[in-house]
C-alpha cells in the first residue's frame, strides 16, 4: 500500500509566489531572484510532503502562473503572435510565458495574452491552449524534467505530473475552422515520447498523467484518442509505471473505456463520487491498482477517519492490500497552505479550526490513514484515530453549527414560499406606480472603488480612524454619488456600495454560521489569490443588513433607491460549503436570510430591489445528466429569497457574461421582475435566447463593457439598444451597463454613464 499527492498548493506558504512574480511585473526585481523563489517554494512543498510520510510526491505541480500554459510551453504550442516577443535580445523563456499568460506591452511590441477559463467546475483559472490548422508540436519548455531531476538531486524521486494528451487537447480551442482538436493526438504524441525517453534515462518510476476528461461525457472519437494514445505510449515504454488520475467526478460511465488502457494504477475522486467505489471493486481488471481518493482536495474540513478507513477496509478485501494507495481526492492547489498559519484567534475562532485541515494537513491525514490501516506506529497513530473521532462528533452536534431554529424554517418552507403573489403580468401592472419612463436607465451596483474609498476601510481596520470617522466618510461618498446620479438623470439610483468589500463578504460577515480564514489564500488565477469565506454552520441573519445605508441613500432623493443584495447560489458558490449536509440545504438557508432582508428593505420603503446572482451559471455540475437537479434547487433557492415581498416590489435579479442558450428556461423561472445581464461584448448576440425563448419579465442587456476604462460612444449604444429593440419589446427594455463599476475610475464612470442617459433618450424618442 503506498500514500501519494496529486499536487501541493505551489502560491507558498506565505503566497512568496505572487509577491515574486509581481514585483518581477513591475520591473523591480530579476528574473532569477524569480527562478529561485520558485526553487525554494519547490524544495520545502518536497520537503513538506516526505516530512509528512507521502511515498509518492510530485513534481512538476510547481508553476509560475498556471499548469496548463506550462503544457504549452512544453509542447511548444506557442501561437505565433509571440515570436517577436521570443526573439527579442535579453527577453528569457519566463518572459515568452509571461507574455503568453498576461499579454505584452513593451518596445513597441504589444501582442494579447491567451484566453483564461475556469478549470473545471472549480474557481482556478487556466489559459486556455491555442490549436491552429498547421499546429505542429516540439519540445521546447524542458520543465517537467529539470523538476524531476531537481528533486532527484535532493534525494526525492518524485512522480512527475504531466497532463494526459487527450485532456491536453480537450483543454484546448481551435482558433480556425477546419479541422477538429482532438485529430492533433498523432501531432502530439511524439511530445510526449521525448518527455518520456527523458524522464525514463534519469530513471523515473511512476508518471502521472492527469486526465480529468475521463469523468466527463466523452464522444467515440475522444474515447478512440484514449485509446490510441495510451496503447502508443505502452508500446514505446512497456515498464513505464502509468498512474492515470482522474478527479471532479466518478469514472463509471466510461468504466469500459477505462479498463482498456494500459495503465499501472487508477485514481478516483472518492468525494465527489463515493458510489463509484462499489462498481470499480467489482468492475475493475484484476491488476491495475486503485488509488482511493479520500481526503476532500476542493474544502477545508478534516477528514472523517472511520468513513475513509471503512472504505479502504472494504477495497483491501476485495482486491488485496497491495492494490490499494490512499491519496487526496484531487490536487491541493484548490485549498490553502497550511492551517498552522492560521493563528489570529479574531478570524477563525478555536472551535471551528479545530474541525479544518489544508493542504500541509490534508496530506498528514493521508499518511495517517495508511498508517492506521499497516498498524505502523500504532500508539500514535490510533491516539490520532480518537482525536479524530471527538472532533467529528462534536461537529456532528456542536451548538456552534446546529441552529434548530434554522433548520425548522427550512422543514416548513411550502410551495408558497418560493412564489411571488402574482404571476408577471399582473405585478407589471401593479409596478406602474413606480412610474418609470420607456428604456429606463440605472446601473449595476458599485461605483468606483477608489483607492481612497479602499483606504478608509484599512485604516478603520488597522483602528487608525474610528467607527463615526468611516462611517461619515462613507456618508458623505455615497451623497455625492446620488446627488450626481440625480444630477444626469439616471432613473433608478443605486447607493454605490461604498462600504462594501466584496458582495459575498460584506454579507457573510454580517451572517452566522459563517467564519473568515486570514491566511486561506487559494489561487485563482496566475498571482491572483482568493480567500474564500468559510459556511460552518447554519445560517442566519441576526439583524438587517443593508437597510442603514439603503435608506440612507434612499431619503437623500425622491428617485427610486435600487437595494443591493447578493443572491443564496453566489454567495453559497464563493464559499468553502459545510460538508455534512447538501448543498441544496445551506443555500436554502441562505436563501431565507436573503429573504428577510429582502423584506425588511420593503418595510423600510424601498421599491425596487436586486439580488445578484452571477454565480448561477458556473455552478452547473460537470455533467449535464445532473444539471437539473441543481437548477432545481438553486432556481428555488432564488424564488425563496425573492418572494417576500408585494407585487408592487420590483425584483431585479443581474448575471454577468455567461451562455443562457442551455438554461434559459431555468433563468425565466427565476422570475425576476427584471433581468440585467453582460451582453455588450457579444454585440447583443447573449440576448438571442431571451428573444427565442420569449423571455416574458423585463431585461436589461448591458450597454457597455466595464472592463475597460474606454468610454463608450452614445451612437454605439443607441445602435446596440436597436439592436435589442429589433428581438426583444421595448416597453421590456432597460438600459444599464454590463456590470457593476467598482473597477473603473470616475472619469471615465461619468463620461460613460452621461452617454448612456442621453441614448436612452433618443431611443424614448424614436420609440
Ligand atoms: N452589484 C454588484 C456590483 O455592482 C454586482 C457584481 C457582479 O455581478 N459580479 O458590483
Ligand atoms: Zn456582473
Redesign the pocket.
Known amino acids: 500500500m503506498k500514500t501519494q499527492n496529486l499536487g501541493y498548493p505551489r502560491i507558498g506558504s506565505q503566497r512568496e509566489l505572487k509577491k515574486i512574480c509581481e514585483t518581477y511585473w513591475a520591473e523591480k526585481t530579476g528574473y532569477r531572484n524569480v527562478l529561485q523563489v520558485g526553487k525554494n517554494i519547490r524544495q520545502e512543498n518536497w520537503k513538506t510532503q516526505k516530512e509528512a510520510g507521502i511515498d509518492l510526491i510530485p513534481s512538476n505541480d510547481f508553476s509560475f502562473y498556471d499548469h496548463v500554459l506550462d503544457h504549452s510551453l512544453a509542447f511548444g504550442a506557442i501561437p505565433k503572435r509571440y515570436n517577436e516577443v521570443m526573439l527579442k535580445k535579453g527577453n528569457s523563456e519566463l518572459d515568452l510565458y509571461f507574455a503568453m499568460a498576461r499579454g505584452y506591452q513593451k518596445d513597441g511590441l504589444d501582442v494579447v495574452a491567451m484566453e483564461m477559463t475556469k478549470w473545471f467546475d472549480t474557481n482556478y483559472h487556466y489559459i486556455v491552449p491555442e490549436f491552429y490548422k498547421d499546429q505542429t508540436f516540439k519540445l521546447f519548455s524542458t520543465k517537467i524534467i529539470d523538476e524531476f531531476y531537481e528533486a532527484r538531486e535532493q534525494g526525492i524521486l518524485t512522480k512527475p505530473v504531466i497532463i494526459g494528451p487527450v485532456s491536453y487537447l480537450l483543454l484546448g480551442k481551435e482558433k480556425e475552422s477546419g479541422f477538429d482538436r482532438i485529430d492533433l493526438i498523432k501531432e502530439l504524441l511524439p511530445v510526449y515520447t521525448d518527455i518520456l525517453s527523458r524522464l525514463v534515462a534519469l530513471d523515473v518510476e511512476y508518471v502521472q498523467f492527469d486526465e480529468p476528461f475521463l469523468t466527463l461525457d466523452l464522444n467515440p472519437k475522444e474515447k478512440a484518442a484514449y485509446e490510441y494514445a495510451y496503447r502508443e505510449i505502452r508500446k514505446t515504454f512497456p515498464h513505464l509505471k502509468i498512474m492515470m488520475a482522474t478527479y471532479f467526478e466518478g469514472v463509471t460511465q466510461n468504466l469500459s473505456l477505462v479498463n482498456s488502457l494500459p495503465v499501472n494504477v487508477l485514481h478516483v475522486d472518492l468525494v465527489r463520487d463515493e458510489k463509484q467505489l462499489d462498481a470499480l471493486l467489482s468492475g475493475i481488471d484484476d491488476k491495475t491498482i486503485l488509488s482511493l481518493g479520500l481526503v476532500d482536495g476542493r474544502n477545508i474540513w478534516k477528514n472523517d477517519f472511520e468513513k475513509s478507513l471503512e472504505k479502504i477496509v472494504l477495497a483491501v478485501n476485495k482486491i488485496g492490500s497491495d492494490r490499494v494507495w490512499i491519496a487526496p481526492s484531487c490536487s491541493l492547489i484548490h485549498c490553502p497552505v497550511d492551517l498552522d498559519n492560521e493563528t489570529d484567534e479574531e478570524h477563525l475562532t478555536t472551535a471551528v479550526k479545530q474541525w479544518m485541515a489544508y493542504a500541509k494537513q490534508k496530506i498528514g491525514e493521508v499518511a495517517t490513514l495508511k498508517k492506521l490501516i499497516t498498524k505502523e506506529d500504532p500508539t500514535s497513530t490510533q491516539k490520532r484515530l480518537t482525536e479524530n473521532k471527538i472532533s467529528i462528533n462534536e461537529r456532528h452536534t456542536s451548538t456552534l453549527i446546529h441552529n434548530p431554529e434554522v433548520k425548522n424554517r427550512v422543514r416548513n418552507l411550502s410551495a408558497n414560499d418560493a412564489q411571488r403573489l402574482n404571476p408577471f403580468p399582473s405585478r407589471k401592472v401593479a409596478q406602474e406606480a413606480l412610474k418609470l419612463p420607456r428604456f429606463p436607465t440605472t446601473t ?1 451596483g458599485s461605483f468606483p472603488q477608489t483607492p481612497e474609498v479602499r483606504s478608509w476601510r484599512a485604516r478603520y481596520k488597522k483602528g487608525s480612524i474610528n467607527g463615526n470617522e468611516y462611517t461619515r466618510l462613507i456618508a458623505d461618498e455615497t451623497a455625492k454619488a446620488v446627488k450626481w446620479q440625480e444630477e444626469i438623470g439616471l432613473d433608478v439610483l443605486v447607493h454605490g456600495e461604498f462600504e462594501r468589500n466584496d458582495m459575498v463578504e460584506y454579507f457573510g460577515e454580517q451572517l452566522d454560521g459563517f467564519a473568515f480564514s486570514k491566511n486561506g489564500w487559494v489561487q485563482s488565477y496566475g498571482s491572483r489569490c482568493v480567500k474564500p469565506p468559510i459556511i460552518y454552520g447554519d445560517v442566519s441573519r441576526q439583524k438587517p443588513m443593508t437597510v442603514k445605508w439603503t435608506s440612507y441613500a434612499q431619503s437623500l432623493t425622491n428617485k427610486h433607491m435600487k437595494g443591493m443584495l447578493t443572491g443564496p447560489v453566489t454567495i453559497l458558490q464563493w464559499s468553502f460549503v459545510r460538508n455534512d449536509q447538501p448543498r441544496s440545504e445551506t443555500c436554502t438557508q441562505i436563501a431565507l436570510a436573503i429573504r428577510d432582508e429582502v423584506c425588511d428593505l420593503e418595510n423600510a420603503g424601498i421599491k425596487i430591489i436586486q439580488i445578484d446572482e ?1 454565480a448561477i451559471r458556473e455552478g452547473l455540475p460537470l455533467r449535464k445528466a445532473e444539471w437539473q437537479t441543481y437548477l432545481y434547487w438553486a432556481v428555488e433557492a432564488f424564488r425563496i429569497s425573492a418572494s417576500g415581498v408585494k407585487d408592487e416590489t420590483q425584483i431585479h435579479t ?1 448575471m ?1 457574461y455567461s451562455e443562457f442558450n442551455d438554461i434559459i428556461e431555468n433563468i425565466a423561472d427565476m422570475d425576476a421582475d427584471v433581468i440585467t445581464i ?1 451582453t455588450s461584448r457579444s454585440q447583443m448576440e447573449l440576448l438571442d435566447a431571451f428573444a427565442d425563448f420569449k423571455y416574458p419579465n423585463e431585461i436589461g442587456p448591458g450597454v457597455y463593457d466595464i472592463h475597460s476604462p474606454r468610454v463608450p460612444k452614445r451612437e454605439e449604444m443607441v445602435s446596440l439598444l436597436n439592436k435589442a429593440k429589433a428581438v426583444v419589446p421595448s416597453e421590456q427594455l432597460w438600459v444599464n451597463p454590463d ?2 463599476l467598482k473597477t473603473r475610475g470616475w472619469d471615465e464612470t461619468k463620461k460613460a454613464l452621461i452617454e448612456m442617459v442621453e441614448a436612452a433618450k433618443e431611443m424614448r424618442k424614436s420609440d
Do not use: D, L, T, Y
Request: net charge negative; proline share 14%.
Open positions: 449595476i452571477p443581474h454577468c453582460e456590470c457593476g
